[in-house]
Nanobody
Framework: QVQLVESGGGLVQAGGSLGLSCAAS????????MGWFRQAPGKEREFVAA????????YYADSVKGRFTISRDNAKNTVYLQMNSLKPEDTAVYYC??????????????????WGQGTQVTVSS
Protein backbone atom coordinates (compact mmCIF):
# COMPACT_ATOMS: atom_id res chain seq x y z
CA GLN A 1 0.00 0.00 0.00
CA VAL A 2 1.07 3.56 -0.74
CA GLN A 3 -0.49 6.70 0.67
CA LEU A 4 -0.01 9.97 -1.20
CA VAL A 5 -0.75 13.48 0.01
CA GLU A 6 -0.40 16.50 -2.28
CA SER A 7 0.14 20.06 -1.14
CA GLY A 8 1.04 23.43 -2.59
CA GLY A 9 -1.89 24.25 -4.84
CA GLY A 10 -3.46 27.68 -4.95
CA LEU A 11 -4.31 30.73 -7.01
CA VAL A 12 -1.69 32.41 -9.17
CA GLN A 13 -1.70 34.93 -11.98
CA ALA A 14 -0.79 33.98 -15.52
CA GLY A 15 2.96 33.97 -15.95
CA GLY A 16 3.53 33.13 -12.32
CA SER A 17 4.97 30.06 -10.63
CA LEU A 18 3.73 27.46 -8.20
CA GLY A 19 5.31 24.38 -6.64
CA LEU A 20 3.48 21.20 -5.72
CA SER A 21 4.66 18.49 -3.35
CA CYS A 22 3.49 14.94 -2.88
CA ALA A 23 4.48 13.07 0.27
CA ALA A 24 4.42 9.29 0.08
CA SER A 25 4.22 6.69 2.81
CA UNK A 26 3.92 2.93 2.89
CA UNK A 27 6.13 1.03 0.48
CA UNK A 28 9.78 2.00 0.03
CA UNK A 29 9.57 5.21 -2.00
CA UNK A 30 12.79 4.68 -3.94
CA UNK A 31 11.46 1.52 -5.59
CA UNK A 32 8.70 2.94 -7.75
CA UNK A 33 8.05 5.55 -10.43
CA MET A 34 5.88 8.59 -9.80
CA GLY A 35 3.71 10.76 -11.98
CA TRP A 36 1.64 13.93 -11.97
CA PHE A 37 -1.71 14.18 -13.70
CA ARG A 38 -4.34 16.89 -13.88
CA GLN A 39 -8.04 17.13 -14.48
CA ALA A 40 -9.87 20.26 -15.55
CA PRO A 41 -13.66 20.60 -15.18
CA GLY A 42 -15.47 18.58 -17.80
CA LYS A 43 -12.28 17.00 -19.10
CA GLU A 44 -10.54 13.68 -18.65
CA ARG A 45 -7.59 13.29 -16.34
CA GLU A 46 -4.43 13.83 -18.37
CA PHE A 47 -0.77 13.07 -17.98
CA VAL A 48 1.53 15.93 -16.97
CA ALA A 49 4.92 14.50 -15.98
CA ALA A 50 6.60 11.33 -14.74
CA UNK A 51 9.85 10.40 -13.06
CA UNK A 52 11.63 7.09 -12.62
CA UNK A 53 12.39 5.58 -9.22
CA UNK A 54 15.92 6.99 -9.19
CA UNK A 55 15.02 10.32 -10.73
CA UNK A 56 17.29 9.58 -13.66
CA UNK A 57 14.50 9.62 -16.22
CA UNK A 58 11.75 12.18 -16.63
CA TYR A 59 9.04 12.68 -19.21
CA TYR A 60 6.63 15.54 -19.87
CA ALA A 61 3.47 16.22 -21.76
CA ASP A 62 4.10 18.51 -24.71
CA SER A 63 1.80 21.12 -23.19
CA VAL A 64 4.07 21.61 -20.16
CA LYS A 65 7.51 20.83 -21.57
CA GLY A 66 9.95 23.62 -20.83
CA ARG A 67 7.67 25.13 -18.17
CA PHE A 68 7.22 22.36 -15.60
CA THR A 69 9.89 20.33 -13.80
CA ILE A 70 9.33 17.08 -11.95
CA SER A 71 11.83 15.97 -9.32
CA ARG A 72 11.99 13.69 -6.33
CA ASP A 73 13.83 13.40 -3.04
CA ASN A 74 13.94 9.75 -2.03
CA ALA A 75 15.33 10.61 1.38
CA LYS A 76 12.20 12.69 2.06
CA ASN A 77 9.75 10.34 0.29
CA THR A 78 8.55 13.29 -1.74
CA VAL A 79 7.99 14.12 -5.40
CA TYR A 80 7.73 17.70 -6.61
CA LEU A 81 6.28 19.56 -9.55
CA GLN A 82 7.65 23.03 -10.16
CA MET A 83 5.37 24.96 -12.49
CA ASN A 84 6.61 28.14 -14.17
CA SER A 85 5.11 30.45 -16.78
CA LEU A 86 1.66 29.28 -15.82
CA LYS A 87 -1.24 29.76 -18.21
CA PRO A 88 -4.99 29.84 -17.56
CA GLU A 89 -5.26 26.50 -19.37
CA ASP A 90 -3.12 24.95 -16.63
CA THR A 91 -6.05 25.38 -14.24
CA ALA A 92 -7.02 21.95 -12.92
CA VAL A 93 -6.92 19.62 -9.97
CA TYR A 94 -3.44 18.12 -9.88
CA TYR A 95 -2.90 14.55 -8.70
CA CYS A 96 0.25 12.64 -7.92
CA UNK A 97 0.31 8.92 -8.55
CA UNK A 98 2.55 5.94 -7.84
CA UNK A 99 3.34 3.10 -10.23
CA UNK A 100 4.54 0.13 -8.19
CA UNK A 101 4.56 -2.20 -11.19
CA UNK A 102 8.34 -2.00 -11.71
CA UNK A 103 8.01 -0.05 -14.95
CA UNK A 104 10.86 2.46 -15.26
CA UNK A 105 8.51 5.27 -16.29
CA UNK A 106 5.09 5.54 -17.87
CA UNK A 107 2.61 8.11 -19.09
CA UNK A 108 -0.33 5.72 -19.00
CA UNK A 109 -2.99 6.63 -16.46
CA UNK A 110 -4.13 3.03 -15.99
CA UNK A 111 -0.60 1.91 -15.08
CA UNK A 112 -0.63 3.90 -11.85
CA UNK A 113 -1.76 2.01 -8.79
CA UNK A 114 -2.15 4.67 -6.12
CA TRP A 115 -3.42 8.25 -6.27
CA GLY A 116 -3.46 11.26 -4.01
CA GLN A 117 -6.56 13.25 -3.22
CA GLY A 118 -5.61 16.11 -5.54
CA THR A 119 -4.81 19.78 -5.08
CA GLN A 120 -6.44 22.67 -6.93
CA VAL A 121 -4.34 24.95 -9.12
CA THR A 122 -6.07 28.02 -10.50
CA VAL A 123 -4.35 30.38 -12.94
CA SER A 124 -6.06 33.71 -13.49
CA SER A 125 -5.67 35.70 -16.69
Amino acid sequence: QVQLVESGGGLVQAGGSLGLSCAASGRTFSTYAMGWFRQAPGKEREFVAAISWSGGMTYYADSVKGRFTISRDNAKNTVYLQMNSLKPEDTAVYYCAADVGRRPITTMKHAYDYWGQGTQVTVSS
